[in-house]
């Protein structure tokens, strides 16, 4: 497991510390849909990395304006990932 660190200016730390989430948290969670926008990672590897489940993950998705869709290629992948977690 890696640990990301970066600085945000106080002014904006200040403002974020009055959301209901971590500012640890919504930036894993930021830097995670990331990837996923980008296709570096796949959906079943935002859910395991989040600890959330499919839905829950689409929802997440949907709050960051990021849309489910997913190539053949990315189906079949997440087809062989979800093959290997079973094993």
Same mark, same amino acid.
């Given at each position: 497991m890696t +640990? #990301? =660190?970066f600085e945000i200016p106080k002014d904006i730390e200040d403002r974020l510390r009055n959301e209901p989430t971590t500012l !640890?948290?919504?930036a894993k969670e930021a830097f995670l849909v990331d990837l996923? =926008?980008?296709r570096s #990672? +796949? *959906?079943h590897d935002l859910c395991m990395a989040l600890g959330l489940g499919r839905i829950e993950v689409e929802a @997440? *998705?949907?709050a960051h304006d990021v849309s489910l869709e *997913? !190539? @053949?290629e990315q189906f079949r992948a997440e087809i062989a990932s979800l093959r290997t977690d079973r094993k």
């Open positions: +640990t #990301i =660190r !640890s948290d919504a996923y =926008r980008r #990672i +796949t *959906l @997440v *998705l949907k *997913l !190539s @053949v």
